[in-house]
């Protein structure tokens, strides 16, 4: 199973862009790269998921390089509420056997105004 | 539909005591999982079923651990004689495999978790 490797926290002020980069060197062919986020008291929710070059929704974008050994999320723009644990998880489409999703510690974001 | 349903919130009991959580996955969603989230750390996969059936067990999961499913719908997990290391949020989540057989991550829903503190 690839490991991630992502800072443990980060700091940003509102209105700022915010870019968090995630390390898989052992990522695999058929691995995908996914996103969570989670508040304080709730379960992780899906923010983003790509497998090469760029993905973006409204929410955010995910950059990809050509080796696929890391990944960046970007948040454009934070506001308070962005304040939460951002989760980067590498595995193939829909999980792992099972589906069963691998967290790593994640990267707590403090959005300051 | 509101999502994934998890009863209670919040849990406090005594050491040595039983507790027994509830799931309710979202309706046409036929994987159900349970993790397990102590402080400052990522959510660790305990078990998943895929209806009424419980494909995989962690090694986290031990023996006072029992998770039932038995109408293929809610689940329940159960902590027997309680420790004070099993003190953490138990996080259900449910997902529904594409007609391949795989589940996209974006089709997976967590709940909002039961906190357990034993005391």
């Known amino acids: 199973l690839a490991k991630t490797t992502q800072p443990i926290s980060m700091d940003s002020y509102e209105g700022q862009e915010v870019n968090i980069t995630c390390s898989h060197n052992?990522?695999?062919?058929?691995?995908?790269i996914t996103w969570y986020q989670q508040f304080p008291s709730q379960g992780p929710r899906f923010i983003i998921q790509g497998y090469k070059t760029k993905v973006t929704n409204e929410v955010a974008s995910l950059f990809i390089p050509a080796d696929r050994k890391s990944s960046t999320l970007s948040l454009p723009r934070v506001s308070l509420s962005d304040t939460a644990v951002y989760y980067c998880l590498v595995g193939p489409l829909g999980g792992n056997q099972g589906g069963k999703l691998i967290f790593g510690q994640g990267t707590e974001l403090s959005v300051k105004p | 539909d509101t999502g994934v349903s998890q009863d209670p919130r919040h849990k406090i009991t005594k050491r040595g005591q039983n507790v027994t959580f509830r799931c309710d996955p979202i309706s046409e969603h036929n994987r159900l999982y349970w993790y397990r989230q102590t402080l400052g750390q990522g959510p660790e996969f305990l078990t998943y079923?895929?209806?009424?059936?419980?494909?995989?067990k962690s090694r986290l999961l031990s023996d006072r651990f029992s998770a039932e499913r038995p109408k293929g719908s809610f689940s329940t997990l159960e902590i027997q004689r309680t420790e004070q290391g099993d003190s953490a949020m138990y996080l259900c989540?449910?997902?529904?495999?594409?007609?391949?057989?795989?589940?996209?991550?974006?089709?997976?829903?967590f709940g909002s978790g039961t906190r357990l503190t034993v005391v």
């Open positions: 989540a449910s997902s529904r495999p594409n007609r391949e057989g795989v589940s996209l991550n974006y089709g997976y829903t």
């Open positions: 052992n990522i695999a062919t058929n691995d995908y």
């Open positions: 079923f895929q209806n009424e059936a419980q494909l995989e």
